[in-house]
T-cell receptor
Framework: LAKTTQPISMDSYEGQEVNITCSHN???????ITWYQQFPSQGPRFIIQ???TKVTNEVASLFIPADRKSSTLSLPRVSLSDTAVYYC??????????FGQGTELSVKP | DTGVSQDPRHKITKRGQNVTFRCDPI?????LYWYRQTLGQGPEFLTY????????KSRLLSDRFSAERPKGSFSTLEIQRTEQGDSAMYLC???????????????FGAGTRLSVL
């Protein structure tokens, strides 16, 4: 049974690096992993997407180990404005779109 | 604004009434998705279209839910005979579809919040 699992919450301080891990045990060879950020009363906003190894863009990095059963979103030097809920999305075998339950990140001064 | 637009933003209805929500995707996107999100949960996939074709609808929550995208542009999601359990945020997303082998990134609207009294 395809399932996407994340920690419910995390706390951090401004300037720290934050790593959020998502588990997706039943991921198939061609399934991509996408991370979104969501603020209250808004739709999710795209952060980063990856397939294997490491992907980096201007806001985050995504690390995917060789077995691809998990992935880690890394946010460098978080600020107060990064306080939000972060979701992992896996498209299992093209069409089974399953979000994790979300990780509520709280960044403190 | 060239993002995904949803209308209305909020809808309050009485149990048993029918409601319809509209989604206007980003104009060059040919895939359109509908999700339901309840408080404290991740979005739950309902259905998606490629152009006007509904390619997946088995995840629609019951036969009271239906979606259309008649001309491959905007889409509507209808809920008939609403129940209190239908109260949630309904999100629409769109993506371009390519055959490059890369996954298609979805861009979300702000959602329609439904309250069933």
């Amino acid at each position: 049974l395809a399932k996407t699992t994340q920690p419910i919450s995390m706390d951090s301080y401004e300037g720290q690096e934050v790593n959020i891990t998502c588990s997706h045990n039943n991921i198939a060879t061609n399934d991509y992993i996408t991370w979104y950020q969501q603020f209250p009363s808004q739709g999710p906003r795209f952060i980063i997407q990856g397939y294997k190894t490491k992907v980096t863009n201007e806001v985050a990095s995504l690390f995917i180990p060789a077995d691809r059963k998990s992935s880690t979103l890394s946010l460098p030097r978080v600020s107060l404005s990064d306080t939000a809920v972060y979701y992992c999305l896996v498209d299992y075998q093209g069409g089974k779109l399953i979000f994790g339950q979300g990780t509520e990140l709280s960044v403190k001064p | 604004d060239t993002g995904v637009s949803q209308d209305p933003r909020h809808k309050i209805t009485k149990r048993g009434q029918n409601v319809t929500f509209r989604c206007d995707p980003i104009s060059e996107h040919n895939r359109l998705y509908w999700y339901r999100q309840t408080l404290g949960q991740g979005p739950e996939f309902l259905t998606y279209f490629q152009n006007e074709a509904q390619l997946e609808k088995s995840r629609l929550l019951s036969d009271r839910f239906s979606a259309e995208r008649p001309k491959g542009s905007f889409s509507t999601l209808e809920i008939q005979r609403t129940e209190q359990g239908d109260s949630a945020m309904y999100l629409c997303a769109s993506s371009p579809y390519t055959t490059s082998g890369h996954e298609n990134i979805q861009y979300f609207g702000a959602g329609t919040r439904l309250s069933v009294l």
